[in-house]
């Protein structure tokens, strides 16, 4: 019999529980969900809105239903909706008559936002420390190539060139801001829908600040429609994910054009490539691809759902329920990504040497070559105008700029001198670069340091 059967004259259809069940999929929250229930029976006890042998008869109960779920011993039948009158269902069968008493001043809205909202935080904060684990995985990687020059690009066109470093820490940076959206939204979701009830509030003399505080909230939601119907952070959770997907998918598709025979910048361990079923030669980088691909997946549960909340009038409606299966999915994908993603990158080995010849071909040195000019005093757009035909020439001459002697610089300008060679000599076109976020070798060690901080800083904090 179902616990809000009073009003109906019939049972449900079986189609009907079937719908409409979403025990399913949030059994997941138990753990939330008796934790919560604690604190609340607790509050009612202290309260003495129920009296508080009854509140400690049901925090006992609920201690015993949390390890007995722990060890699944207890079964999630659809006969029970969802998890919170599982967890009422079977306390009542335990102490009969306290059990019933729990519900006092509360109800499934409040209770459903409590849930979601307390396993969602745990959720940011554990994902926050896999991206940082990736973070630590570049910084590790950037110090072993702070002189490994290869060629960066505009257009997928060798532009300038930079060093593997350089390269690293672009991606640190992307994924500091993740961590940072990730930190900010825990800050807005620290708010305890419970107490909210159905939509108005209650009338019984509840303590949200006391429940707060035994949960762990730092604040309460300020209004009791808000608090029920509020689904913000979950939107926003989805939108970081979403971004943070986005970057290890870029990530993902550079590693896997450098791991090529185009490229062969790279070459990923055995154990994070795989084979094919026909061509022996194959070696795949399938992690970087599947990355890649659950990308999609995440942004698709972050339309889904801003679907599912659009011209949702206030307050709670069941349409609601579908934030679960969503959210769920995007976490446990970038849960299931990340790791692998990390040790990937942490095994992966760097072939110098053909990043260095990559370099050597493109004319990532022209810029270089003709702020080489603008230094001897010509202004840079007559500079760029004369290397421009420098290349011209080095291409139907088959030549590099390296290799044209100082006879044919002079043919286009008489300012070129011996110290052209050095002036375009890649690794000072990548040591002189010392701007501000540049790839020499000073400014390559201050990006570490200031991500070596950004995580240190960020270690201790949930
Ligand atoms: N299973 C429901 C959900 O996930 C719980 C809230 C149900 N509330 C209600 N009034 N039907 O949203």
Same mark, same amino acid.
């Given at each position: 019999?179902?616990?809000?059967?009073?009003?109906? *004259?019939?049972?449900?259809?079986?189609?009907?529980?079937?719908?409409?069940?979403?025990?399913?999929?949030?059994?997941?929250?138990?753990?939330?969900?008796?934790?919560?229930?604690?604190?609340?029976?607790?509050?009612?006890?202290?309260?003495?809105?129920?009296?508080?042998? !009854?509140? *400690?008869?049901?925090?006992?109960?609920?201690?015993?239903?949390?390890? *007995?779920?722990?060890?699944?011993?207890?079964?999630?039948?659809?006969?029970?909706?969802?998890?919170?009158?599982?967890?009422?269902?079977?306390?009542?069968?335990?102490?009969?008559?306290?059990?019933?008493?729990?519900?006092?001043?509360?109800?499934?809205?409040?209770?459903?936002?409590?849930?979601?909202?307390?396993?969602?935080?745990?959720?940011?904060?554990?994902?926050?420390?896999?991206?940082?684990?990736?973070?630590?995985?570049?910084?590790?990687?950037?110090?072993?190539?702070?002189?490994?020059?290869?060629?960066?690009?505009?257009?997928?066109?060798? #532009?300038?060139?930079?060093?593997?470093?350089?390269?690293?820490?672009?991606?640190?940076?992307?994924?500091?801001?993740?961590?940072?959206?990730?930190?900010?939204?825990?800050?807005?979701?620290?708010?305890? +829908?419970?107490?909210?009830?159905?939509?108005?509030?209650?009338?019984?003399?509840?303590?949200?600040?006391?429940?707060?505080?035994?949960?762990?909230?730092?604040?309460?939601?300020?209004?009791?429609?808000?608090?029920?119907?509020?689904? *913000?952070?979950?939107?926003?959770?989805?939108?970081?994910?979403?971004?943070?997907?986005?970057?290890?998918?870029?990530?993902?598709?550079?590693?896997?054009?450098?791991?090529?025979?185009?490229?062969?910048?790279?070459?990923?361990?055995?154990?994070?490539?795989?084979?094919?079923?026909?061509? +022996?030669?194959?070696?795949?980088?399938?992690?970087?691809?599947?990355? &890649?691909?659950?990308?999609?997946?995440?942004?698709?549960?972050?339309?889904?759902?801003?679907?599912?909340?659009?011209?949702?009038?206030?307050?709670?409606?069941?349409?609601?329920?579908?934030?679960?299966?969503?959210?769920?999915?995007?976490?446990?994908?970038?849960?299931?990504?990340?790791?692998?993603?990390?040790?990937?990158?942490?095994?992966?080995?760097?072939?110098?040497?053909?990043?260095?010849?990559?370099?050597?071909?493109?004319?990532?040195?022209?810029?270089?070559?003709?702020?080489?000019?603008?230094?001897?005093?010509?202004?840079?757009?007559?500079?760029?105008?004369?290397?421009?035909?420098?290349?011209?020439?080095?291409?139907?001459?088959?030549?590099?700029?390296?290799?044209?002697?100082?006879?044919?610089?002079?043919?286009?300008? +008489?300012?070129?001198?011996?110290?052209?060679?050095?002036?375009?000599?890649? !690794?000072?076109?990548?040591?002189? &670069? &010392?701007?501000?976020?540049?790839?020499?070798?000073?400014?390559?060690?201050?990006?570490? #340091?200031?991500?070596?901080?950004?995580?240190?800083?960020? #270690?201790?904090?949930?």
């Amino acid at each position: 019999m179902k616990l809000w059967s009073g009003r109906f *004259d019939k049972n449900t259809d079986q189609l009907v529980d079937e719908l409409n069940a979403s025990i399913t999929y949030d059994n997941r929250l138990f753990r939330e969900d008796i934790t919560g229930s604690m604190a609340h029976a607790s509050m009612l006890g202290k309260q003495n809105i129920i009296p508080q042998e !009854e509140a *400690d008869k049901i925090i006992e109960a609920l201690a015993g239903i949390l390890a *007995d779920m722990e060890q699944g011993k207890i079964p999630f039948n659809i006969s029970d909706e969802d998890i919170h009158m599982c967890v009422e269902a079977e306390l009542t069968r335990r102490i009969g008559d306290s059990g019933k008493r729990l519900h006092t001043a509360r109800s499934r809205n409040d209770q459903v936002a409590l849930d979601f909202r307390m396993y969602m935080k745990n959720q940011v904060a554990e994902i926050r420390v896999l991206v940082m684990k990736l973070m630590e995985a570049l910084v590790n990687l950037s110090e072993k190539n702070m002189d490994t020059i290869m060629p960066a690009y505009t257009h997928l066109q060798r #532009a300038q060139p930079t060093t593997f470093a350089h390269y690293m820490m672009a991606y640190a940076n992307m994924l500091k801001r993740d961590v940072l959206r990730l930190e900010d939204c825990l800050i807005r979701m620290d708010e305890l +829908p419970l107490g909210s009830g159905a939509l108005t509030g209650t009338t019984y003399p509840i303590d949200r600040q006391y429940v707060a505080e035994k949960l762990g909230f730092a604040r309460v939601c300020e209004n009791s429609l808000d608090g029920v119907s509020d689904r *913000d952070y979950a939107i926003e959770i989805l939108s970081d994910l979403s971004i943070l997907m986005m970057h290890l998918s870029r990530f993902s598709e550079e590693i896997i054009m450098w791991c090529s025979w185009e490229f062969k910048f790279i070459e990923l361990d055995d154990a994070y490539s795989t084979g094919s079923s026909i061509m +022996p030669q194959k070696k795949n980088p399938d992690i970087a691809e599947l990355v &890649r691909g659950k990308t999609g997946r995440v942004y698709g549960s972050l339309m889904g759902f801003l679907t599912v909340m659009k011209a949702l009038p206030l307050a709670y409606n069941k349409d609601m329920q579908e934030d679960k299966e969503q959210v769920f999915d995007a976490v446990d994908t970038v849960k299931a990504c990340l790791p692998v993603f990390t040790a990937m990158v942490e095994t992966m080995s760097v072939n110098k040497t053909n990043m260095r010849n990559a370099a050597a071909r493109g004319f990532i040195n022209a810029t270089d070559c003709a702020d080489y000019m603008v230094k001897k005093g010509l202004p840079f757009r007559d500079a760029y105008t004369i290397v421009g035909r420098l290349v011209n020439y080095c291409i139907s001459s088959e030549k590099t700029l390296e290799n044209l002697s100082l006879e044919e610089y002079k043919s286009f300008s +008489p300012m070129f001198e011996e110290d052209v060679y050095n002036a375009i000599d890649l !690794e000072t076109c990548v040591n002189m &670069r &010392r701007s501000q976020g540049g790839p020499a070798y000073e400014s390559v060690s201050a990006q570490v #340091a200031s991500i070596k901080k950004f995580l240190e800083d960020n #270690a201790n904090e949930a």
